[in-house]
């Protein structure tokens, strides 16, 4: 472990350690991305929270890859301990930062660069303070980075990006004052955790994206904004991040298609749908966080019902008391409710013609590397945004528009008519078409000498130029 054969000598390799956040979408991305840099013989050892680390442990194997916990979220009651979201933040900096210093300080084998969420902004004090490398991963894409940060500017009072502050980005054709993170303003402590990206986005070394040039070429000002960022920082595409699988190159032991921090309630329904005919299934999935209320399930289950077609529906288990008591039976045969399910897997599968999905990014990105339609139901957050350029910039997808009230539900009458759309309309055609071309940006992007593959090999060679 931690060798490699550099021009006829067996060298040690460089380690780098990879500072994940505690959500499914934040581990993921950042999982694929040390699997990449495992393929290119770098060792790498995530640090994460006790429960991921655990389960991590006991599910994942790779002989360049540790798992290391530096915050006991298991006796700390998490992100619902005491003090909430906030509280869980204030212990994970406090005991967190120690014991990953602790950690690098420790190891036998140096730590040559921290990888850290963009999400964790104290990890980029530990690696200055180190002496080490630092690179911000942002699990979001460029174009929501590049709208946040006018907003942050705003909300810190720090110097605007001249000629390109927040109004001026509201009144472009192409990204309008609906399609930004309106609702976040529900839940302050997240948007400012969130604008907290930015903190120490100029002490970072790298900050590292988790898209691809050719997708993010297309938004319009966004990227003009984050070209700009591009000549302040070091930024790069290196996404997307998906498992080695879809390049038909596996990498050592990489027997698994994603991560599943809810591996309990994991449920294999590939068979099932190993049985559908190729496109017939729409897969609904809001991600690992959204909460969806009792109406919007309703709205949802009747939408369903009434389009006749085959379903994958993922219900988490503390929604699952929400759906119509009568469903299950009114449409077994034609429908099948999981509480979790491999969403990798289940995208890259024939039968699934349509992706109903809130629009994290990480299901975004996933969606187009697959080349699957999506009817976007974006809840929160940069969701809102990833939803706009699907349907009105890369034409990939139609939103189902949600009512204008508070609730923000969704109609089934609106859904159902999408579904429709989407599956058997012109615009659907349209779409199918789009997003196979947006699909093959996608792998020739991540694929050897493609633009990401390419950034990571100058990640990797600045570290140490003999180094590739
Ligand atoms: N996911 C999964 N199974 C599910 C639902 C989601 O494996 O049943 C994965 C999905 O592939 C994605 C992540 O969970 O990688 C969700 O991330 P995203 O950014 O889409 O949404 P979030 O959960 O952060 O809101």
Request: negative net charge; hydrophobic residues 40%.
């Amino acid at each position: 472990i931690g060798t490699r054969m550099y021009q006829g000598r067996v060298e040690k390799s460089h380690h780098i350690v990879v500072l994940a956040d505690q959500g499914q979408g934040h581990i993921n991305p950042m999982l694929q991305f040390s699997k990449r840099l495992a393929s290119k013989g770098i060792k790498i050892t995530v640090a994460t929270t006790l429960s991921n680390a655990k389960s991590m442990k006991a599910t994942l194997s790779y002989s360049m890859i540790t798992f290391e916990s530096i915050y006991d979220d298991c006796s700390q009651g998490g992100v619902l301990g005491p003090g909430g979201f906030k509280g869980f933040l204030d212990r994970f900096q406090a005991s967190g930062s120690t014991n990953l210093t602790r950690f690098i300080l420790d190891h036998e084998h140096p730590v040559k660069c921290l990888v850290y969420d963009a999400n964790i902004p104290w990890a980029s004090k530990i690696s200055t303070q180190l002496g080490i490398a630092g690179a911000a991963f942002f699990t979001q894409s460029c174009a929501t980075a590049a709208t946040y940060y006018p907003m942050y500017c705003e909300v810190y009072e720090k110097t605007p990006l001249s000629m390109l502050s927040f109004p001026v980005v509201t009144r472009l054709p192409k990204l309008r004052f609906p399609d930004l993170p309106s609702r976040t303003g529900r839940y302050p402590p997240i948007i400012i955790h969130i604008l907290g990206q930015f903190d120490n986005f100029g002490k970072a070394d790298w900050v590292l994206f988790n898209s691809f040039d050719k997708l993010e070429e297309e938004v319009g000002t966004p990227y003009l904004i984050f070209q700009w960022m591009k000549k302040v920082w070091n930024v790069v595409t290196i996404g997307p991040t998906l498992p080695s699988f879809y390049l038909d190159k596996r990498v050592e032991n990489d027997n698994e298609y994603g991560f599943n921090i809810h591996k309990p309630n994991y449920s294999n329904c590939m068979e099932w749908l190993d049985s559908k005919k190729t496109g017939s299934v729409v897969y609904v999935s809001f991600g690992s966080a959204a909460n969806l209320c009792a109406e919007q399930i309703t709205e949802l289950a009747d939408a369903l019902r009434q389009s006749n077609i085959m379903f994958l529906w993922v219900v988490k288990p503390d929604e699952q008391s929400k759906l119509p008591s009568d469903f299950s039976k009114e449409t077994s045969g034609k429908g099948l409710v999981v509480t979790w399910c491999s969403q990798i897997e289940v995208l890259a599968h024939h039968a699934i013609g349509c992706f109903i999905s809130h629009c994290g990014w990480n299901s975004t990105l996933e969606a187009i590397s697959f080349g699957v339609p999506i009817l976007a139901m974006p809840q929160i957050l940069d969701q809102i945004i990833n939803a706009h350029f699907l349907e009105k910039v890369w034409s990939v997808g139609l939103i189902a528009k949600a009512n204008e009230d508070e609730k923000g539900v969704t109609a089934s009458e609106e859904i159902y008519r999408c579904i429709r759309e989407v599956l058997e309309g012109e615009r659907g055609e349209e779409i199918r078409k789009n997003i196979t071309s947006l699909k093959e940006l996608a792998k020739e992007a991540i694929d050897t000498s493609g633009s990401s593959d390419k950034h990571i090999d100058d990640f990797i060679s600045q570290l140490d130029p003999a180094y590739l």
